[in-house]
């Protein structure tokens, strides 16, 4: 999470819904196997209150079954941040 840390945000959730959730094959970075996961499509909307401005965009995460759960993945350029302590330089 130091990563997510180090970039501040001016705008504010305003609403996140799922659009889709689709089952695929992923490779974990640093895992050398392909494991099934779920690719979640969520719209997303953003406020940004000092400009009067809102965003609404969609974006794709991926989770994996860990145990009983779902575990939210890494994308391969942050996975190498933590990967490589580069957080400070992100």
């Known amino acids: 999470m130091e ?5 501040r ?3 504010s959730l305003k609403s996140i819904d799922v659009v889709r959730v689709a ?3 992923l490779r974990i970075p640093g895992a050398s196997q392909s494991v099934t996961a779920k690719a979640i499509t969520l719209r997303i909307e953003i406020v940004s209150p000092a400009l009067g401005t809102s965003e609404t965009f969609k974006q794709t995460f991926n989770a994996v079954p860990e145990g009983s759960d779902w575990t939210w993945i890494l994308t ?9 302590d580069a957080c400070s330089t992100a």
């Not at 990563?3 to 970039?7: A, D, M, V």
């Not at 391969?76 to 490589?84: E, I």
């Open 3 to 7: 990563c997510e840390l180090t970039t």
């Open 9 to 11: 945000v001016g705008s």
């Open 23 to 25: 089952d695929r094959l």
């Open 76 to 84: 391969p350029s942050r996975y190498a941040l933590y990967r490589d």
